[in-house]
């Protein structure tokens, strides 16, 4: 996403905030505008069903992590989590690409654990696929919105509107009203199960505003520095508001 975001293919991407953070790091004419979801992402931590690991500490070994591809946020969040659990050995990651594929790695043993959202992964354990270990839940929102410093600069009042609709949007969207039609929604399109849908609904909390909060973001920066992700910034060379 952030290639295609530095290339010019997108205008505009929703990414997981610590990706996006850690992308604007690597490529400086990209800014953070908005945030789409204030919750935190929990990210779920999975090893095969018949791993030894009990614990998430059981990882501080030196353990293979599947990430989805170089620089995503399955990538930060393992090195952010080998940080905050202070282990002595930090991971390896294994390139095995999206939920299938990382499922398919541990199975195999070519990854020891790998992380996804919580609720996606529900149905796989259900299956007995994976087993999960435990959930890492960082503290700042859980997507954000990025473009280019010169796209923002250029689309200020059109991307004013979008986020006034995408609120308008969000604020229906999550209208106790239409809670059946949501949950119908969410599992026509993600494969949850009602439950996980309800479930999902409950932790969700989108920012109808697409305001940012500089102070979560300083947190993201101070947390990725502290994991090596990357080297200091300042929040004004990450955020650029329209």
């Not at 410093?149 to 009042?157: E, H, T, Y």
């Not at 479930?199 to 090596?228: C, P, T």
Request: negative net charge; aromatic residues 10%; proline residues 3%.
């Amino acid at each position: 996403m952030i290639k295609r975001l530095a290339s010019g293919e997108l205008d505009i991407a929703i990414c997981v905030t610590e990706g996006l953070v850690a992308g604007i790091a690597g490529n400086r004419d990209l800014r953070l505008f908005g945030t789409y979801v204030d919750s935190a992402l929990p990210w779920a931590i999975s090893v095969a069903a018949d791993a030894k690991h009990s614990s998430i500490d059981d990882l501080a070994f030196g353990a293979r992590f599947g990430i989805s591809r170089a620089g995503s946020g399955s990538e930060v969040m393992a090195k952010y989590t080998a940080s905050a659990f202070e282990w002595k050995t930090p991971p390896t990651m294994v390139v095995l690409g999206d939920v299938h594929g990382l499922v398919k790695g541990v199975q195999e043993g070519d990854a020891d654990a790998f992380m996804w959202e919580r609720t996606t992964m529900q149905r796989h354990y259900a299956a007995n696929e994976v087993r999960y270990l435990g959930t890492v839940r960082p503290p700042w929102p859980a997507f954000s919105l990025g473009a280019s410093a010169q796209f923002v600069r250029a689309n200020g009042d059109r991307i004013r509107s979008l986020l006034a609709a995408m609120g308008r949007v969000e604020r229906a969207f999550m209208d106790s009203a239409w809670a059946d039609q949501r949950t119908q929604y969410v599992c026509s399109q993600l494969g949850y199960s009602p439950d996980d849908a309800q479930q999902w609904a409950a932790y969700v909390r989108f920012n109808e505003s697409g305001s940012v909060d500089e102070s979560k973001i300083q947190a993201v920066v101070d947390a990725l520095v502290r994991a090596g992700v990357m080297d200091q910034l300042q929040v004004s060379e990450i955020v650029q508001l329209p």
